[in-house]
């Protein structure tokens, strides 16, 4: 049974830190690309930050330089450092796991971060 399990989700003030971890189990980590996408009400979900197996990275504009995704195979785990946040980082924070090549994903269950003004 495959399960990503977010965590580190909360509260935080503006210009504060916050690290969201996901861990991964049921899958061989290490062949996954992991991704941390976001949902703010009444929005659609959008890709925050992107990690490939072989560990190249991207990430949306609105988070370039303030936020850091990186991955530790041997606890199949990934992570994303968020530095600087802002009211609009307010979103409900998702995992997710795409096998290299196929068309399939998985999806965690969601952590919420709500940055305060």
């Known amino acids: 049974q495959v399960q990503l399990v977010e965590s580190g989700g909360g509260l935080v003030q503006t210009g504060g830190s916050l690290r969201l971890s996901c861990a991964a189990s049921?899958?061989?980590?290490?062949?996954?690309?992991m991704g941390w996408y976001r949902q703010a009400p009444g929005k659609e979900r959008e890709l925050v930050a992107h990690?490939?197996?072989?560990?190249?990275?991207n990430y949306a504009e609105s988070v370039k330089g303030r936020f850091t995704i990186s991955r530790d195979n041997a606890k199949s785990t990934v992570y994303l450092q968020m530095n600087s946040l802002k009211p609009e980082d307010t979103a409900v924070y998702y995992c997710?796991?795409?096998?290299?090549?196929?068309?399939?994903?998985?999806w965690g269950q969601g952590t919420q971060l709500t940055v305060s003004s």
């Open positions: 990690i490939r197996n072989a560990g190249s990275t």
């Open positions: 997710n796991a795409n096998p290299i090549g196929l068309k399939y994903d998985y």
């Open positions: 049921g899958i061989l980590f290490s062949i996954f690309d």
